[in-house]
């Protein structure tokens, strides 16, 4: 059997490698202190007697270690060599009854892959996957089946947003999709594409791949053509941001290539191809795309760079393959192409889902109870109640818009008149300023009605009295107008009079 201080020795420093010394540099050396001084002593009644030096903080993960060792029983010197311990029966058929658990992802797999584990794998002679994404959902399932690589391309303008070539997509359509991707990954290495025109010159060029990597964050952006873009590369690379190169077809110039056609198919073009990849490898890409190129051709390409080759209808001897997610699960049915391979008819199942969800709909099959909320009986009493009360008639009406012949005639001490003047000596005009407070003009001007910020003046310019500038008796704070207030409440009534017109 072991020794009741060896064990003892072996579950504290257990506790001194889980604290490390980062930041408890204290804490630990204290810890081995205690760790020899208990090993030095033979007096201790129990395995796991708590030294009365040891720090409070430490006590609860010694009783812990008393709980664990309640449960296995330490096998001696004898028997070590057959079993290392035993657990007691009664956790191992708890265990045994358990359903079994999804396997899971390594801790090193789960982390989020890098361009160092990219060039490592490809050293390896591994090969490497890439997937088109554009939304969180695409992207989470991509990375939950253990993607190398998502790419945000500029596709997206003919799977997603119908567009019949991928010219019409913007910087600012990749970078939307690119943040929804990147919520939706949490391992996968993002390549954000750089749409076309964005790359025209320098400047442009490392400008937009900035703000696809700050906005977008995204960890490398492609960009598409030969050696006519290494400047705009060596640029980009400069600024120390990974570019991914894109040789051979290249959709964005489709036209000036005559179309969406195999490229590198003569000994010409295919040096030209081959001399694009050098000259990218060269320029500082961490990665290039052949598309549309003959398999020969890739293989050879592939076997001369120190980078990885991703293929789209390249063949198999490139470092890996890309493919676009809607061509895979056949959510796109314009066409496919012939380098893409259908794995599924999801378009065809979303199609039965919803025509199924359309008949039930109809036919008042959904939604059942199951899919319903309820609510307590005396609770619904209460609310029609309350809709009763809500709907019954008010008992004051609301007062109705008149005019000024129906309203009384008020004198100056807001009390009835039997006369009134023809025209207000208080009629407002050009009201002046005097030390920033509202003063009325003492005298009558046959000017037009103003405001404070003198706006034209209300219809049918000069009023004939008072009232016509009231909406209603009660809105007056005090008569004649002494205040701004009491100016706006002569402007409401006026407005509701006779309208705001010019």
Known sequence: MYSTRSMFSVHVNMLHIRLGLGGRRNLSTQLSDYNLAFCRSRT??????????????LRSFVRCQRRVCSTTTVPSSSSSSSSSSKVDTSSSSSASNAPPK????????????????????YRKGKKLSMITAYDYSSARSSDNAGIDMI??????????????????????DIIHHSRAVRRGTKRAYIIGDLPFGTFLSVDDAIHNAASLIQHGRCDAVKLEGGR?????????????????????????????????????KTAS?????????????????????????????????????????????AGSGTSGQVQVFHDMVGLFDKFTPKFSKRYAEVGKLIESVVSEYRTEVEEKVFP?????????????RNFLELVEIFEQPTSTPEPSLRTSADLPHLGLDGQ???????????????????????????????????????????KGGVVANEFDYLFHPSRLRSFPPTSPNDYKDYEAGHVALYGSGN
């Open 102 to 121: 999804s396997p899971k992802l390594s801790k090193s797999s789960t982390s989020p892959i890098t361009i160092l584990d990219i060039h490592r794998k």
């Open 228 to 264: 006519k873009m290494v400047n705009q590369i060596k640029a980009i690379v400069d600024s120390g941001i990974p570019v991914c190169g894109h040789i051979g077809l290249t959709p964005q110039t489709a036209s000036a290539l005559g179309g969406y056609r195999v490229q590198g």
């Open 151 to 172: 790419l945000v391309g500029d596709s997206v303008g003919m799977v997603v947003m119908g567009h019949t070539t991928t010219v019409p997509v913007s910087l600012r």
């Open 368 to 380: 059942a109870e199951s899919h319903s909320f309820s609510m307590k009986d005396d609770q619904y």
């Open 44 to 57: 201790l009644r129990s395995p796991f007697a708590m030294p009365s030096r040891l720090p409070r903080r």
């Open 269 to 313: 073009a295919a040096l030209a191809l081959y001399q694009d990849a050098l000259a990218l490898q060269e320029a500082g890409c961490v990665m290039i795309v052949m598309e549309c190129v003959p398999s020969t051709v890739a293989s050879y390409i592939t076997s001369r760079l120190n980078i990885p080759t991703i293929g789209i209808g």
């Open 416 to 458: 009835p008149s039997k006369s009134l003047p023809d025209v207000s000596p208080y009629h407002i005009s050009s009201p002046p300023h005097i030390n920033g407070t509202f003063a009325p003009s003492p005298s009558f001007s046959p000017q037009h009605y103003c405001d404070l910020e003198q706006e034209p003046p209300a």
